[in-house]
C-alpha cells in the first residue's frame, strides 16, 4: 500500500503539474551507500498494505510486469503477496514482509528475459521539494532464490535505483551490484541535494539483468522522503537516553529538551504528538524546548520532536527533517484488588491473595510491612495473633505504586459439633434429630427432612439414611453424621388352602417378610409337628384353619391364616341285598355323605339310569320309581366334584 506520508497535505501516486517549479543539479551515484542523518515525513511510503491470501495489483503504469493472482509468479509476472512458501519446488526461500508487520503484504517478481524493466515507478509532484534540500530515494530488496536451485548459482538481482526529471535527466542513481542468494532483506538507496526549483521528480527501481535461472526477487518499503543532518536530542537530565517514566500521581514538573544539529540547521520547529497526528507547537522554534509540567498529567505516552531545515524553509513540510521523538511515558498506578473482610477458623490455613500488580507489599497486625514480594500469603495456622487489620499495595513493573488497602481478618474458634444418636423407625414413622455447637445447620440430603437449615428438623425418610449435618459458625465448621433405620413391618405370608386326604400330612409352607422377626406361631398348635416352626408339618384328621402369628421386635406382629381341607376316605361295596330281612338293604357307601357336591349314579346293563343322586344323605335301595328292581349287574359313576377319586 502506498504512503503519501507529507504531513497536511495528501498527494495521489502520480501527479503532473503544466509548470515547472524546481531545478534539480546534484546527483550521486555509489554502490548501496546509506545515506546518514535525519529524515522527514515521506513524500511516498510504499509498504503494499497487508492482509489475508494475496494483496491487489499496483495501479496501470506502476511496473511493466503483469500482475498474477497465485502466490509463485511464472517468468515476467508478480504478486502480492505476505509470505512466500514452496514456491516452483521449493526453490524460493520463505519469507515475510521486511518490516514483520502480521500479513504485511510485499511485492514478489519473477524477472523477465529482458533487461531495462521497470520494477517500480513513482512521480512527485515538483511543490513537494525545496531548495538546497538533500532527499534519499530507498527501497528493501531481497534475492528469494536459494543458491542450490540454479547450476552455478543462477542469475543474481542486479537493480538500478534511479532519480531523474520529468524531462529525463538523470539527478542520481545507485547499481545494487549483484544481491546475495541469503534471503534477507537489505535496504539500497540513492541520494541527491536539490538547487533551484524546476521540474516533476521521477524515481524508478530497474532490472539490470536477464532472467533465466535466477533473477528473482522481492521489493518492500519503497521510500521517498527529505533528508538533513543528524539530530541529536536530550533532556536535561542526565541518563534518562531519551526517554522519561514517571508513575500516574507523581510529584509533577517540567522537562528541557535540547536539539544539536550540524551548522547550517538554523531554522528549527519543535512539535508534539496529539491523538496519533504531529502538530507544530506554536511558537517553539528554538534550539531547545520547555514541556508542559507533568502535574495532573494522565497516563499515558507524550512525545516531542523537533523538525529542522536550511535557511528559509521551515515553512515547507515536506522540507522538514525530524528528530527522533522524546518521550514522556507516564505509566498507571497498579489497579489493586485486595481481599474481602474474612473470617477463618483457628487453626486452619488463612490464605490471602491480591492481583493488579507486579510485586505487593503486606502489612499483618502488630507486625512490619513485608519486602515486596508475592500476591498471595499463607498462614498457617491460623491463631488468634493473626485476628485484625491487614494492610497491602501494588508496584508495577514500572515501579508505580497503588493505593495501599486495608481489609479484616477475623479469627474464630472451632466449632465442636454433636448430633443424636442413629435410631430405628418403622416405616412410615418419624425421628427427631438434634445438632448443638454452632450458629448454623445444614442437614443433607434433604430427603426426608421437615426442614434442612434448622439445629432439630425432624427426618421422615422411605428408607434407611445416613443424614449428614454441617454445623458452623461462620468461618468454622464440623460435620457429623446420624443414621435413621427404617424397619419395615413384620407381614405373615400363609400358604393357599391346602386339601389332603385322611391319613394323610402336609407342609404349611409359610414365609414372612420385616425387618426384626423374633417369633413365629401356629395356632391352633393340634395336628402339627413343631406350631413354633415356620413350616410346620400338618396331620389334621379333619378340616382345619391355621393361623400363622409373626412378631417384630419393633414394629408389631402380622397374621395369615390357611385351611385344611380332609376328605374322608370312600369305601364303595359291590354288593347288597335289598330283600327286606333287616341287613344289607342299601347300598351304603361308606363316607360318601361328607361329599355333599357329590354325584352319584347308577345304572342297569342296558345303560339305563336308574338312580342319581347329589350328595349322599340317603343311600339307594334297589327301587327304581317305588319298584323293586331285579338282582343282577349294574354299573356306577361317583365324581367327588374335587378333582379326586373314590
Known sequence: ?????????????????????????????????????????????????????????????????????VPCPNDGDYSIVNYIGDCHGNSWHNIRDASNKPNGYFMLVNAKQLA??????????????????????????????????????????NLTLTIETATGD??????????????????????????????????????????????????????????????????????????????????????TI?????????????????????????????????????????????????AVVKDGNIGS??????????????????????????????????????????????????????????????????T??????????AISDKGCISDTKQFRVTVIPPVTATVSQSTDVCAGQSASLEATGGLYYQWFPAAGLSQTDIANPVATPSQTTTYTVRVSNDACFEEKTVTVNVLQYPLAIAPEKKVIFEGQSVVLNATTRGDNIVETSWSPATFLDDPLLLTPVATPPYDMTYTLTVRSASCGESVSSVSVRVYRKVTVPNTFTPNGDGFNDVWNINQLYTYAESITTVFNRSGQQVFHSEGYNNPWNGTLNG????????????DLKNGTKP
Open 170 to 255: 538523470n539527478l542520481g542513481s545507485i547499481s545494487t551490484l549483484d544481491i546475495p542468494p541469503d534471503g534477507l532483506w537489505k535496504k539500497y538507496n540513492v541520494c541527491f541535494t536539490t538547487t533551484n526549483v524546476t521540474s516533476n521528480i521521477i524515481v524508478k527501481i530497474v532490472n539490470n539483468v536477464a532472467g533465466g535461472c535466477g533473477n528473482d526477487l522481492a521489493l518492500d518499503d519503497i521510500t521517498f522522503s527529505a533528508r538533513g543532518p543528524v539530530i541529536t536530542t536530550d533532556y536535561d537530565i542526565p541518563g534518562t537516553g531519551g526517554n522519561i517514566n514517571l508513575c500516574e500521581g507523581s510529584t509533577g514538573q517540567s522537562y
Open 116 to 157: 531495462g524493466q521497470v520494477f517500480y515507478t513513482y512521480t512527485a509532484d515538483a511543490s513537494n521539494f525545496c531548495a538546497n534540500t538533500d532527499y534519499e530515494f530507498s527501497a528493501m530488496i531481497v534475492n528469494v532464490m536459494r543458491t542450490s536451485a540454479c547450476v552455478n548459482g543462477g542469475t543474481r538481482p
Open 258 to 306: 535540547t536539539a544539536d544539529v550540524a551548522a547550517g540547521y538554523r531554522n528549527f520547529q519543535w512539535q508534539r504528538l496529539n491523538n496519533g497526528a504531529w502538530e507544530d507547537i506554536i511558537g517553539e522554534t528554538n534550539s531547545s524546548y520547555t514541556t508542559p509540567s507533568t502535574t495532573g498529567l494522565a497516563a499515558g505516552v507524550y512525545q516531542y520532536r523537533v
Open 1 to 69: 500500500m502506498v504512503h503519501l506520508a507529507v504531513p497536511y497535505k495528501p498527494l495521489m501516486r502520480f501527479l503532473y503539474l503544466p509548470c515547472l517549479l524546481l531545478l534539480f543539479v546534484f546527483a550521486t551515484t555509489t554502490a548501496n551507500a546509506q545515506c546518514s542523518g535525519s529524515f522527514g515525513d515521506p513524500i511516498l511510503y510504499e509498504d503494499f498494505g497487508s492482509g489475508t491470501g494475496l494483496g491487489p495489483p499496483l495501479p496501470a503504469g506502476v511496473t511493466d510486469y503483469n500482475f498474477t493472482g
Open 317 to 382: 513540510l515536506t522540507c522538514r527533517t525530524f528528530s527522533t521523538p522524546n518521550t514522556i511515558t507516564i505509566n498507571p498506578k497498579p489497579v489493586l484488588i485486595a481481599p474481602a473482610d474474612q473470617s477463618v477458623c483457628t487453626g486452619s490455613t488463612l490464605q490471602l491473595t491480591a492481583t493488579g500488580g507486579n510485586t505487593y507489599v503486606w502489612r499483618r497486625p502488630n507486625m512490619p510491612a513485608s519486602p515486596p514480594g508475592s500476591g498471595s500469603i499463607s498462614i498457617n495456622p491460623a
Open 627 to 638: 319298584q323293586q328292581l331285579p338282582a343282577g349287574t349294574y354299573y356306577y359313576t361317583i
Open 384 to 393: 488468634n495473633a493473626d485476628d485484625g487489620i491487614y494492610e497491602v499495595y
